[in-house]
């Protein structure tokens, strides 16, 4: 589907996703988890739709891993469960927080895999651009150098291939690539570098084009988001919502707070339906 929040100026976007996933990275209460998984899916599903299953399993994956890993090596806590064959205790805390821990990671997969699909190399450096030039400058040669690296190993890797390759083989052959590909690597750094200088690159302040235009709506929407983060933030600084793991699970929730929060990580949901409304109600219009 067309999605109407990647139609926002890029300054918007960037400013939801960086108080998004701030929140979700830096934070455990067990309430704010859940809304934030639970409203990355839902967002992830209405750009992504049926393609992104595979992204999702994977995603899965991953948390059901590393909801096993904590518990194995953490044995704080102070509800036994039972004793790993190795002698060591398994307690309920452990594997609670191991279970939020994986939430987190997963959200956050989720979160970037829409950041992606929202903010390309264009709309980053519209949103950076004009207050920071060389950071929108440095952030749009590494996300060059990316593909343009893997492109180069991949054709090295062509070239050295070997019919009949045994396991030892591959190992020298990959050693060999990587470190054909890093020299050249470095090598197109000193010319990138070169030509920059040459082209007047650090003689004058550097100035940025942006096509972008920050309308009332834009204005609107960080207003909306400042507000509402503002709320979750505060009510965390002052322990009105709070999760502690350890010795023992210690919860306080409030409704009120998990309300704004879903309101803030379902923004961009919420706009879309908004359009997708006004657009069916101009075409019954016609």
């Given at each position: 589907m067309k999605d109407?929040?990647?139609?926002?100026?890029?300054?918007?976007?960037?400013i939801f996703y960086l108080v998004v996933l701030g929140l979700t990275m830096f934070q455990m209460q067990l309430g704010l988890v859940l809304i934030s998984i639970f409203?990355?899916?839902?967002?992830?599903?209405?750009?992504?739709?049926?393609?992104?299953?595979k992204y999702l399993i994977m995603v899965g994956i991953i948390f059901f891993i590393s909801s096993f890993i904590n518990p194995l090596f953490s044995h704080k806590g102070g509800t036994?469960?039972?004793?790993?064959?190795?002698?060591?205790?398994?307690?309920?805390?452990?594997i609670l927080y191991g279970i939020v821990s994986s939430a987190i990671i997963s959200g956050m997969l989720l979160w970037f895999s829409t950041f992606y699909q929202i903010m390309g190399v264009e709309r980053m450096l519209g949103a950076v651009g004009r207050f920071m030039p060389h950071v929108a400058l440095l952030i749009s040669m590494i996300l060059r150098f990316i593909p343009q690296y893997t492109k180069h190993q991949k054709e090295v890797s062509l070239v050295n291939r070997e019919e009949d390759e045994k396991f030892i083989g591959k190992i020298k052959r990959g050693s060999r690539v990587f470190s054909i590909t890093t020299t050249w690597a470095l090598e197109n750094s000193i010319y990138t570098a070169?030509?920059?200088?040459?082209?007047?690159?650090?003689?004058?302040?550097?100035?940025?084009y942006s096509n972008y235009k920050i309308e009332k709506r834009d204005i609107g929407v960080i207003i909306w988001i400042v507000i509402l983060a503002g709320i979750v933030f505060w009510s965390l600084n002052k322990n009105i919502i709070f999760t502690y793991y350890y010795p023992y699970v210690v919860y306080r929730g409030n409704v009120c707070i998990y309300i704004f929060y879903t309101l803030l990580c379902l923004t961009p949901v919420f706009i879309n339906i908004r359009e997708g409304l006004r657009w069916r109600r101009l075409k019954s219009k016609i």
């Open positions: 109407e929040f990647s139609r926002f100026h890029p300054l918007v976007n960037l409203s990355a899916l839902v967002y992830f599903f209405c750009l992504k739709g049926q393609k992104g299953i036994l469960l039972f004793y790993l064959f190795t002698g060591n205790p398994v307690t309920l805390e452990s070169d030509s920059m200088r040459a082209r007047g690159f650090g003689v004058r302040k550097r100035t940025n």
